[in-house]
């Protein structure tokens, strides 16, 4: 559940960045979730490789907690992404929100 989730956001984000090309702001979030979603399939076949078929039958517990992992990766993603885009400042909105003489 958990890489079913952050391929969604994965998917999203990366169309988001195509259809406004020039926003170079939305490519450092869709690597992100690409990454993440690298990392979950690659959890998957290690955990596939050790419980086999078993892998695919999981108790409701698992997927409701996967899913709980899934969106917290998500909302972290788009947190991290936040500070990012706060410190780089790429329009210069925070510096000019910060250099007005009140």
């Known amino acids: 559940m958990t890489l079913l989730i952050t391929i969604f956001a994965a998917v999203i984000s990366t169309v988001s960045w195509y259809c406004v090309r020039s926003d170079k ?19 998957a076949f290690v955990e596939y490789i050790g419980d086999g078929a078993g892998y695919f039958e999981p108790e409701l517990s698992d997927i409701i907690n996967d899913a709980f992992l899934g969106l917290s990766v998500v909302a972290l993603g788009l947190v991290i992404w936040t500070i990012y885009l706060l410190i780089k400042d790429p329009d210069g909105k925070v510096k000019e929100l910060l250099s007005k003489k009140k």
Do not use: E, I, N, R
């Not at 702001?25 to 959890?43: E, N, T």
């Open 25 to 43: 702001k939305l490519g450092f979030l869709s690597l992100m979730y690409w990454g993440a979603s690298l990392m979950w399939l690659v959890d």
